[in-house]
């Protein structure tokens, strides 16, 4: 009996070692230290984010996981921090330390002779990778950060490739309940040197939009997408769109882009600004004016400064930046934050502060 | 004494047994592949400090133009992965799970940092369709002897107007390449070592990149398991390839 104990133990053991000895685990460690000015006084925020990624790839599926464990600690109200990742959080307690946990993304992938299926919590995308992209599931932007990885959601999406560089997809979702379930579907495609698609996406009851978008090089590196909103009768219609272009100097030393903004529905005066995000756009106004600005010095040090602007009200973010690479996978970043607006402007001094002071410490494992 | 100083001054006009293009044919024969499949370290390197990176590369001819695939694998860029086809460039960001497409422009910037754009890098072209090529002398690296030839660009579509190689005489395989802008500014110096043999074709598995605009900048590139001409199968060029 002994004897058959232990061998089932061993053997349980040995599978479960095997089992996590193909799992590749990665993530990271990020740590903010943010600090506000405000008219007053000056606050202070930490967030330590702690990121672990499970993966499994064989030559026809793969399982993904992307887990965050947070740790905040802070006198900074959620909501004078600007669509960081705290208000993102839902982090409402007044507590100077507080924890969250997010599973951020968690999928299996299956290629099949007919396509490839991924169900889980995915991050579904249409349009062109990046800010102001009216085809975005997730329009919120953490200024301090424009690339921070987005929630999925619960779906299944099936992808199937026409050719080398072109395919459909298509996805549906559940989360809003089965009656406001979201599905969408695309299909992308190449001609020259651009990259396009259409796209007919429905994120719930009411909410339905349609739409194209290109990306590609005309000398200059350009981009543009128009998406059409309407409701179930197709009425109360808007449209939403956004173009850019790109362009680097300095032989690829200095990189330039400019993105506008539109938003048929947004506000034209101050008078009528509502919460951000609000009806799948971005912000609350009608046009913006989005400037990048990178300038490489060399592999270790970089200089970025974007620049968000208002052209109603002409309030705006101006963020300089500098990131430092300590060693490989180690890498400090300072970006301070400037507040333009005033008052009932969006970016107003009033609402999040004079301006911020992000320490962001981050070493991929 | 006249017909003697004709004799000195055209005796170096004759004293190659091959011409610039026999040379660039035969550099060609070396370096131009169908397709090529391998690993590789990249070090960078700057005033003492140095991050590694690594991964495997695909590549192989396509008409007159050439497709690439690589992906990273060092722990910081595990996952990352591009494709080039011609002059297009597109990267899948494993974190975001999406595809961004690159602007034509970028390309000339350097990979992941270093000092080999992404041009340089994914380079497979023949150079005797796109330079006309001139001896200008023989020279001595690192103990071999070497041809000095002197390319200039003869189409538009060339990411260096004027290269001047070195070219060992006897494996007819650069050993050194320096690359020059239309001004006539020297760009970068491309050191090609540990030259090995690959049924019959000669190929460097240490490359070095110096850049000369920077000053202490170096990047040196370890190609391992390297293998030439090989079937690579359908689909491996594609936007679908990026997110497996």
Redesign the interface.
């Known amino acids: 009996m002994m004897k058959k104990i232990l061998i089932a133990v061993s053997s349980a053991l040995m599978i479960t070692k095997l089992s996590f000895a193909a799992i590749d685990l990665s993530g990271g460690i990020r740590n903010d230290s943010y600090f506000i000015k405000t008219t007053n006084d000056v606050n202070f925020e930490d967030i330590l984010e702690n990121k672990l990624v499970l993966t499994r790839i064989t030559d026809e599926w793969r399982f993904y996981a992307d887990m965050r464990l947070y740790v905040l600690y802070g006198n900074i109200p959620p909501s004078a921090l600007p669509n960081s990742q705290a208000t993102n959080l839902g982090i409402s307690s007044s507590a100077p330390l507080n924890y969250d946990f997010d599973l951020l993304r968690a999928f299996v992938r299956y290629e099949s002779p007919i396509g490839v299926w991924t169900a889980g919590k995915i991050y579904v995308n249409f349009g062109n990778y990046g800010i102001f992209n009216p085809f975005e599931l997730n329009k919120t932007v953490d200024l301090s950060d424009l690339t921070y990885d987005k929630d999925g959601i619960l779906a299944l999406q099936y992808d199937y490739a026409l050719s080398d560089l072109s395919g459909i997809k298509v996805y549906a979702g559940p989360q809003g309940g089965l009656t406001n379930s979201s599905a969408g579907c695309s299909f992308h495609g190449h001609v020259d040197s651009f990259d396009g698609g259409l796209v007919y996406d429905r994120i719930g009851i009411d909410t339905n939009k349609a739409g194209f978008y290109l990306k590609g090089d005309l000398e200059v590196g350009v981009n543009f997408s128009y998406a059409y909103h309407f409701d179930d009768h197709l009425t109360n219609n808007f449209s939403e769109a956004a173009a850019g272009i790109d362009y680097d100097f300095f032989d690829g030393k200095l990189q330039a882009a400019v993105t506008y903004y539109y938003d048929e529905e947004g506000a034209i005066s101050t008078n009528n600004y509502q919460p951000w995000g609000f009806n799948d756009v971005y912000f609350s106004a009608r046009d913006y004016l989005f400037g990048d600005f990178k300038y490489t010095y060399d592999e270790f040090l970089s200089f970025e400064l974007y620049i968000f602007l208002n052209l109603v009200d002409f309030s705006g973010v101006i963020a300089p930046s500098l990131t430092y690479t300590l060693s490989d996978g180690l890498t400090l970043t300072l970006l301070f934050s400037y507040i333009t607006g005033t008052g009932q402007d969006e970016f107003s001094q009033d609402t999040f502060g004079q301006y911020s002071l992000t320490v962001r410490f981050e070493a991929k494992l | 004494m006249l017909k003697l100083l004709s004799a000195l001054i055209l005796i170096p006009a004759f004293s190659f047994s091959i011409t610039a293009e026999e040379i660039v044919k035969s550099v060609d024969r070396n370096m131009v592949f169908d397709s090529e499949k391998g690993s590789a370290v990249m070090v960078?390197s700057?005033e003492g400090?140095k991050?590694?990176k690594t991964f495997t590369l695909l590549a192989k001819k396509r008409g007159e133009g050439n497709e690439s695939f690589a992906e990273f694998t060092?722990?910081?860029d595990?996952?990352t992965k591009y494709l080039k086809?011609d002059?297009?460039l597109w990267i899948y960001?494993p974190?975001?799970?999406?595809?961004?497409?690159i602007?034509?422009?970028?390309l000339?910037?350097?990979m992941m940092?270093?000092d080999i754009?992404y041009e340089d890098m994914m380079r497979n072209e023949d150079l005797a369709s796109r330079y006309s090529a001139v001896i200008s002398g023989e020279t001595n690296l690192d103990g071999a002897k070497c041809y000095d030839v002197i390319l200039t660009a003869k189409v538009e579509d060339v990411t260096y107007y004027r290269e001047r190689i070195l070219v060992d005489e006897d494996r007819m395989i650069e050993l050194e390449r320096d690359l020059y802008a239309k001004s006539g500014r020297l760009?970068k110096i491309f050191s090609q070592k540990g030259i090995q043999s690959f049924n019959g074709r000669y190929y460097p598995t240490i490359i070095t990149v110096r850049d000369m605009?920077?000053e202490d900048?170096l990047t040196t590139v370890e190609l391992q398991n390297l293998e030439f001409d090989i079937p690579i199968e359908q689909?491996v060029?594609?936007?679908?390839n990026l997110?497996?």
């Open positions: 960078i700057r400090k991050l590694t060092n722990p910081e595990k996952g086809i002059n297009e960001l974190d975001a799970d999406d595809i961004l497409k602007s034509g422009h970028m000339r910037q350097g940092g270093s754009s760009l605009k920077r900048s689909g060029f594609s936007r679908q997110k497996k």
